[in-house]
């Protein structure tokens, strides 16, 4: 098996959202080469690739053409063609490792879901097309988008914030001083999750104050 890996830790980033990508640069390359610079092209920065199948090398008189990359099954196929047309295609597994959630049981889509449905460690980035969910994503409020398999990474597409407060909600106040703490029922200007600071007006009153979602439901005075 032919395995080539490239680690590349200065490049940022860049999200892919399509399954299939067409890079065009020295058409003379190895197919395998080829696959390589298109992936640094992506800003993928620690990837590992397999051939799969037959030689990997190019054909004699022919050149290659594109790049399709299937990223939930963690495979890429490049295209060769030669003056005929006649073409010849080349598969690739690919691997992208790299810090990730994991659920630790099968999540049916529409679930709300917490840190303690996941847990922390090495997975792969290809799967999620260079997307994985960050680890603050389950810091706040969440459901998900789509049936989640155990194991399997945690994409940011997956995941879909919940709000804990709507626009409109009656909510409870807080405020508290050195002495005594008050607790009054007002609607919420905005929605928002625990942490965000939103507007909210005591009903019957002109008067708008600002607050921090501290759960669901409840909001704390800024003073």
Do not use: H
């Amino acid at each position: 098996m032919y395995q080539l890996l490239y680690l590349f830790n200065f490049i940022p980033f860049l999200l892919i959202s399509l399954p299939i990508a067409v890079y065009a640069k020295d058409n003379q390359q190895t197919p395998m080469n080829y696959l390589s610079e298109y992936l640094i092209s992506q800003k993928y920065d620690n990837f590992v690739i397999s051939a799969l199948g037959g030689d990997p090398y190019l054909k004699p008189g022919y050149e290659v053409k594109d790049v399709e990359c299937i990223f939930k099954i963690n495979r890429c196929k490049v295209t060769s063609q030669n003056i005929n047309r006649k073409k010849i295609t080349y598969w690739f597994k690919v691997r992208n490792p790299q810090l990730g959630w994991k659920p630790i049981k099968r999540i049916t889509a529409g679930s709300k879901v917490t840190m303690s449905d996941f847990r922390w460690g090495m997975t792969d980035a290809f799967f999620c097309s260079n997307d994985l969910a960050e680890y603050s994503a389950l810091n706040m409020s969440a459901k998900t988008l789509v049936n989640l398999k155990k194991d399997k990474p945690l994409c940011k597409f997956d995941l879909m914030t919940v709000d804990d407060v709507s626009k409109g909600e009656i909510v409870l106040l807080i405020g508290t001083t050195n002495t005594f703490e008050v607790k009054i029922k007002v609607k919420a200007l905005k929605a928002g999750s625990v942490g965000d600071v939103i507007p909210v007006r005591i009903p019957g009153s002109a008067s708008i104050l600002n607050g921090i979602i501290i759960e669901k439901g409840k909001v704390e005075l800024l003073k």
